[in-house]
């Protein structure tokens, strides 16, 4: 199979086997008018299995959805065909709007308005707790 390469545009790599469609989905790219290339079980040495996306076209990818999704991704902008930066992802401290409150008597699910905050608070876990609530993501 093969894949062009982009012009000007994101590649994001190294995503776990299984999850593009899941960052498809949350970072919306969906709302897109240019061409996603979905690469999902690719070959590597380092995982075995990965995913990865590629969007031909410049975006400004929120690195904390992605960050709370795997931050081992790893995120290429590409300009003129060549990679000018490459960034990587660590779980983000604090969440704002990624996800929304389970609990139904918080004030994010009784009151409209309030953004939905989430602070890390076992990063080996990966649990977040709602800032208003204490319930856990």
């Known amino acids: 199979m093969r894949i062009d390469s982009i012009q000007n545009g994101i590649v994001l790599d190294h995503i776990t086997a299984g999850m593009a469609l899941r960052v498809y989905n949350d970072l919306e790219l969906d709302k897109l008018d240019c061409s996603i290339a979905i690469l999902q079980n690719v070959k590597s040495n380092k995982m075995g299995k990965k995913d ?76 977040y707790r709602c800032i208003y609530c204490e319930a856990d993501k």
């Open 52 to 127: 990865i996306l590629k969007i031909d076209q410049e975006y400004d990818v929120n690195l904390d959805v992605l960050g709370y999704i795997d931050p081992d991704i790893t995120v290429s902008i590409i300009k003129d065909g060549q990679t000018v930066e490459k960034k990587k992802l660590a779980l983000p401290k604090k969440l704002v709007n990624i996800k929304k409150c389970k609990n139904p008597r918080c004030i994010t699910s009784t009151e409209q308005g309030i953004p939905h905050i989430f602070k890390l608070t076992d990063e080996e876990n990966r649990v």
